[in-house]
């Protein structure tokens, strides 16, 4: 699998993925009608840990530049 999202983006992802699954959470409970959001937070904190998103990838769009990679 090639990585196509960049640090920065990866760091983006993962905080609002994190913030997005801590706010359907509430008092540790789950929020009713918050499951889309649970879904979304998911991908998001999914695709930064892994570097790579299946729509940029369909839409031929990489936030990654030759500089930033680890591996």
């Known amino acids: 699998m090639k990585h196509n999202v960049g640090r920065l983006d990866q760091l983006i992802r ?3 993925g994190l913030s997005l699954l801590a706010y359907i959470v ?3 409970t789950l929020m009713p009608g918050w499951p889309l959001v649970g879904i979304i ?3 998001l904190v999914g695709t930064g840990f ?3 998103c299946p729509l940029y ?3 031929g769009i990489s ?3 030759s500089q930033n990679h680890l591996t």
């Open 14 to 16: 993962i905080f609002i």
């Open 26 to 28: 509430k008092g540790g």
């Open 41 to 43: 937070g998911a991908l």
């Open 50 to 52: 892994l570097s790579y």
């Open 57 to 59: 990838d369909w839409l």
């Open 63 to 65: 936030t990654r530049n």
